[in-house]
């Protein structure tokens, strides 16, 4: 079984609006994932979005080691334009980046400004898995009072996520992939606080 072009990207497409519309709900991309017929350097939901949400029109930077394998398969798929981090308009973590080189990319990505704050980049990170780890309760737009949720090593990218943020409309959306396929998103308007109770971010501050 192949990608289906159409049909399955524009499944995937529906699934990373139910994500985005519903922060901290976990989406299931695994049927799309095995018509994958790639050889990557990956995850495969990865490459899901990146055929998803990259065109001609836009630019995107990948941060890993094999930074110039997958960039080059990204534009073979997509005819998008790998860029330096400043200028990506979507911005791939992938698991084996550091600490470091995942702070450094999201500290550099751009926020858009008030008048365009959609020309903000776009982050997706991959994970081992996207329930498990650090507990935190998010709440906000799309939320029901309030909702739980467990993501890994949440403080490499949580500090630097606070400071991105803090002038909304401005700011960055991050969307999480996992080796099973699975999607959360953490968009911009998502507050967060740990499950002790201590505020990390708040849009309203």
């Excluded at 109770?197 to 708040?202: F, N, R």
Aim: hydrophobic residues 40%; charged residues 25%; aromatic residues 6%.
């Amino acid at each position: 079984m192949n990608l289906d072009v159409v049909h399955d990207i524009q499944t995937v497409y529906r699934k990373l609006v139910t994500a985005t519309s519903r922060p901290g709900t976990l989406v299931v991309l695994d049927r799309e994932a095995r018509t994958l017929d790639v050889q990557m350097e990956c995850l495969s939901s990865t490459i899901l979005l990146a055929r998803t949400v990259l065109d001609p029109e836009v630019s995107f930077k990948v941060i890993s080691k094999a930074e110039e394998t997958v960039s080059r398969m990204i534009n073979q798929l997509t005819y998008s334009k790998p860029v330096d981090l400043p200028e990506a308009d979507f911005i791939f973590i992938l698991h084996d980046a550091s600490e470091e080189q995942m702070k450094e990319a999201l500290n550099k990505a751009k926020v858009g400004n008030l008048l365009n704050p959609h020309e903000s980049a776009m982050i997706i990170l991959e994970v081992p898995d996207v329930t498990k780890g650090d507990s935190m309760i998010l709440s906000g737009p799309g939320i029901q009072d309030e909702s739980f949720l467990s993501l890994p090593n949440v403080s490499a990218w949580l500090a630097a996520r606070n400071e991105k943020n803090m002038e909304f409309p401005l700011g960055i959306d991050m969307y999480f992939v996992d080796q099973q396929d699975r999607l959360i998103a953490l968009p911009r308007t998502t507050q967060i606080r740990e499950n002790g109770g201590e505020i990390l971010w708040d849009m309203l501050q």
